[in-house]
């Protein structure tokens, strides 16, 4: 168990809806990340953000966004959904940011997303 | 992964040793992490290099060289259940991972 949490595990929803996934990093962690990976892709990074600043950007959507709240939980909001945005969505955290030396980054389980 | 490269697949017998190259071309290195994730799991941390050279954990290993953009992970005395993908990351952009395959 890594300490970071991600809720829902499973999400279904249709073409055109709107989800919001949630995590929650380890304790004592600042950063987040997210993470999109499609089937048998690797990890494609979409946004970091430390303590409730954005501090990188990826590729990530216009359609998508994310925030981190004051309790350094983050949600990523999916809006618009299409077909091809069905994929486990991995958040990780870390303690600092990227430019420090060491920055180990720690997964939660990933909500797998199914858009129909 | 932008600008990281890794081989898609390997396979292996069982108590053999692989290896798992990845080359990077980056300004600013901060070290190179491997990880390893097993299908619909979570990637879990392996190993951490910042400086050249070799750094041994139990039955894997990993390798930096800085000057040729250059790290492997080696995986020594291969079980079944190392079967899985083997992920390097340079600050936040990940290879595409190579699929280990270990057989009997």
């Known amino acids: 168990d890594s300490g970071v949490t991600q809720t829902p595990k499973h999400l279904i929803t249709a073409t055109g809806q709107r989800v919001t996934l949630r995590c929650s990093p380890r304790?004592?962690?600042?950063?987040v990340y997210w993470y999109q990976q499609s089937l048998d892709q690797g990890l494609q990074f979409l946004i970091q953000?430390?303590?409730?600043?954005?501090?990188a950007k990826g590729n990530i959507l216009e359609r998508f966004s994310a925030q981190q709240f004051p309790d350094l939980h983050s949600e990523l909001n999916l809006s618009s959904l299409e077909l091809g945005d069905s994929a486990l969505y991995f958040c990780?955290?870390?303690?600092?940011?990227?430019?420090?030396?060491?920055?180990?980054?720690?997964f939660g389980p990933g909500t797998r997303l199914t858009v129909l | 992964g932008q600008n990281i490269d890794q081989p898609t697949e390997m396979t292996a017998t069982e108590g053999a040793i692989v290896q798992i190259n990845c080359t990077y071309q980056?300004?600013?290195?901060?070290?190179l992490f491997w990880y390893q994730q097993h299908a619909g799991e979570a990637p879990t941390f392996l190993s951490y290099n910042v400086l050249d050279g070799l750094e041994e954990k139990g039955r894997f290993s990993s390798f930096l060289s800085r000057s040729k953009g250059y790290s492997y992970l080696l995986l020594k005395e291969l079980q079944m259940k190392d079967s899985a993908s083997y992920l390097c990351r340079d600050k936040l952009s990940f290879g595409a991972g190579t699929t280990v395959t270990v057989r009997a």
């Open positions: 990780a955290s870390s303690v600092g940011w990227t430019s420090e030396s060491y920055n180990e980054q720690f």
């Open positions: 304790s004592g962690d600042l950063s």
């Open positions: 980056t300004s600013g290195f901060n070290g």
């Open positions: 953000y430390y303590n409730g600043e954005e501090r």
